[in-house]
């Protein structure tokens, strides 16, 4: 039985005016270009890690964490980190976790009752958890509760990918607001040649699939040293 990745969208726009442009010239449009891409990673990084994303037919993937084997986190953080290897059914040679800067930070700072750090390889950049490499993204799910830490095997994950394109116009008009679809809150229809303005758009091409079980756990709820 085949498998296919039908390609799926994401975009951002943004809008300055052509005064903005000229005066800061190329570092406000550097600028505004780091901010879309930004935006978009976010975006994308949250899609594919949020437990709750279930996706949405032929316009969002579901994350690689959802239905994932899960196991919430107690006070005791490496009985926590071995009940997540426990759950674990992927590839441990290729692994890796990944997590948010906040949780990453607590987990730097964790120390076990004698004062030695439980987590020496960890910091705000991430680092390593037991020789597996702990990556940082923005994405990542944290709340009140804690955040998330998953633990991924890529060999299990089918994914495609364009590059980030980015285009601009100055002849067009575009609806502003931030749910141009949704008729309780239309937005007005501005043209920005009458308006004197540049909408810059990013997008890119992307989907993915979890291809084998257990390539993907889940430790829900983690604030260790908060």
Known sequence: TG?????????????????????????????????????????????????????????????????????????????DIAALLAVFGGDMAGAFMVTDSQTATNMALLRNAGGSLVFPDVGARGGSVLGIPLLISRGSPIDTNGGQLALIDPTGIAYGADGITIKKAQHTSLVMSDNPEDPAYPGEVVSLWQTNTTAFLSEVTINWETQRAGSVAVLTGAEWGA
């Open 3 to 79: 498998r296919t990745l039908e390609p799926l969208k994401v975009a951002s726009i943004i809008c300055a005016t052509n005064e903005a442009l000229q005066v800061g010239g190329k570092i406000t449009e550097t600028g505004l270009q780091r901010d879309m891409e930004r935006a978009i990673i976010d975006t994308l990084d949250g899609a594919f890690l949020d437990t709750a994303n279930a996706g949405i037919p032929e316009e969002q993937p579901a994350s690689i964490t959802y239905g994932a084997p899960a196991v919430a986190a107690t006070s005791d953080a490496t009985a």
